[in-house]
Nanobody, 120 residues
């Protein structure tokens, strides 16, 4: 089995910062792409930021210049540094990883989600 465990969510005032972490553990051959998604009440889940195994990144337009995704390959952990937070960033944030459990068996896994609330 593979587990994704997120941490770092919480309540912060507008303009503040938070750092989310997501540790991947279990039966892993290698990890491919990873990403952070978020879902606000009444809205669809959306991609916030993604990072490939080669280190290429992409961001939603709404977070460009404020959020940074990074990865520690030695610890199978992906981070999301969130700065200049806005009330509209309030959502449940989910970690996502494409994991090879063998040379050919690839599956996408999700974390349980962590709440981020930004007060105005």
């Amino acid at each position: 089995q593979v587990q994704l465990v997120e941490s770092g969510g919480g309540l912060v005032q507008a303009g503040g910062s938070l750092r989310l972490s997501c540790a991947v553990s279990g039966s892993i051959f290698r990890i491919d792409d990873m990403g952070w998604y978020r879902q606000a009440p009444g809205k669809q889940r959306e991609l916030v930021a993604g990072i490939t195994s080669g280190g290429s990144t992409n961001y939603a337009d709404s977070v460009k210049g404020r959020f940074t995704i990074s990865i520690d390959n030695t610890k199978n952990t992906v981070f999301l540094q969130m700065n200049i937070l806005k009330p509209e960033d309030t959502a449940v944030y989910y970690c996502n990883a494409d994991v090879f459990r063998s040379t050919w068996y690839r599956q996408t896994y999700w974390g349980q989600g962590t709440q981020v609330t930004v007060s105005s």
